[in-house]
């Protein structure tokens, strides 16, 4: 009898889908190495002696959060104060989405190399994918929403829409907010700058000569932002 036949007759008959699983994955190639072999059969000796609750929280990633402990976290967005309670791993992305309904900032690519998510942390324009909730304690945080007073709209929110900077307009609120900050970082002296530091911010609809448009009219225009 080989290892994985001992395997397979000390498990209880709930864990045998797995085993079955590897086992036909072993056999399916011939021409494995039996370093490989010994490495599949190795995790399955693991499997026998692990944690019954440690390897079902392994299978459903939500029973995996619900072990993380919530941190108290205050934030204040758009002027609001908010007092919270987050998970560590919890981005500001999905805090903002999932916890706060602003939804206005989109999730694109997840990886940051889309621009989707881009919102200001105390004035300065960053990725809110790749920054943990945790990490902007007692910050100020600018979204979409927070740009228009009330009713009236930022100018660079009227400006696209004036030039037409967007179609589909699903990266619009962050090429807005990365806009914006562009030219508050003194980005915005020149059609080419303004291309070279909104280059983080990809439209898949291709109006970027519109954007450039928004971009250099309000920069003209003076406005305080």
């Known amino acids: 009898m080989n290892l ?15 085993v079955h699983i590897l086992a036909f994955m072993n056999t399916h190639n011939k021409n494995e190495g039996r370093r490989d072999f010994l490495k599949k059969s190795t995790a399955l ?21 619900a072990l993380f402990e919530k941190i108290s976290l205050k934030l204040e967005i758009n002027g609001v104060a ?4 987050v998970e560590p791993r919890v981005t500001l ?14 999730k694109g690519c997840d990886h940051g190399q889309c621009g989707c998510c881009t919102v200001h942390v105390d004035g300065k324009r960053i990725n809110s994918c790749l920054s943990l909730a945790v990490m902007n304690e007692g910050k100020k945080v600018t979204t979409i929403e927070g740009l228009a007073n009330g009713d009236k709209l930022h100018p660079m929110q009227e400006a696209f829409i004036k030039h037409d900077g967007f179609q589909c307009g699903y990266c619009t609120p962050g090429q807005i907010m990365s806009a914006v900050a562009c030219i508050k970082e003194g980005h915005a002296d020149s059609a080419e700058q303004v291309r070279e530091y909104m280059s983080g911010n990809i439209c898949r609809c291709g109006a970027y000569p519109n954007i450039i448009d928004a971009i250099m009219e309000v920069k003209k225009g003076g406005q305080p932002l």
Do not use: M, Y
């Open 82 to 85: 908010h007092n919270l309670s």
């Open 93 to 106: 992305l999905d805090l903002l989405r999932e916890q706060l309904q602003l939804t206005g900032t989109k």
């Open 4 to 18: 994985l036949s001992i395997i397979i007759f000390l498990l209880p008959p709930e864990r045998l889908n797995l």
């Open 45 to 65: 000796a693991a499997l026998t002696i692990a944690s019954p609750a440690l390897v079902k929280a392994g299978e459903n990633d939500e029973r995996i959060a």
